[in-house]
């Protein structure tokens, strides 16, 4: 849902800030929202942003697959699904460290990165890092080895732990 309470007017600042350091990201954006006209007009000076609207779920579950990360800089969250979704996928998850269901999940380092709610640098910082690593530049020690692979592994396992012992609670 593209709104200001899931921290969308973030994700301009994170790209110019990616260019900066000579990062140029390709980004989609998925999902349509009352936000979304301002959002388009704020990030106006990028052309290249693709707008993929409201999908259906088998669609969106194939744009995973053409995708290396996920960003989600929310300000209010439970735990999405769509970063089920996407680390099932071995999509990296970058998203904002909320105390709803993200950390069970997200291990930093392990199974994606956590930067704190509204830190845009802490957003270009992590995904610098992925973009040194996926271009063999780096090797960050935060976030080395293949991520994607522990991100596939790991979200899918902490999730059905974590819904199987809430079905559990009396």
């Known amino acids: ?9 973030d994700l301009p600042m994170i790209d110019r800030r990616l260019r900066e350091l000579g990062v140029d990201p390709a980004w989609t954006v998925q999902g349509a ?25 088998a669609d969106v579950l194939r744009l995973y697959e053409q995708h290396d990360v996920l960003v989600m800089p929310s300000r209010n969250e439970g735990l999405p699904v769509a970063l089920l979704e996407a680390g ?6 970058v998203v904002s460290d909320l105390p709803s269901g993200i950390p069970d999940v997200v291990d930093p380092g392990v199974s994606g990165y956590r930067p704190d709610v509204g ?5 270009e910082e992590a995904l610098d890092c992925l973009a ?11 976030l080395a080895g293949d991520i994607q692979l522990r991100a596939q592994r790991h979200i ?13 609670e009396f």
């Open 156 to 168: 899918p396992i902490a999730f059905a732990f974590n819904h199987r012992a809430a079905e559990r």
């Open 119 to 123: 830190d845009v640098g802490g957003f």
């Open 88 to 93: 099932a996928a071995g999509v990296v998850p």
């Open 1 to 9: 849902r593209l709104s200001a309470d899931k921290g969308v007017f």
């Open 33 to 57: 929202g009352p936000d979304e006209a301002a959002l388009r007009a704020s990030w106006s000076d990028r052309g290249d942003v693709r707008w993929s609207g409201q999908r259906e779920k």
């Open 132 to 142: 040194q690593i996926a271009a063999g530049l780096v090797d960050c020690v935060a």
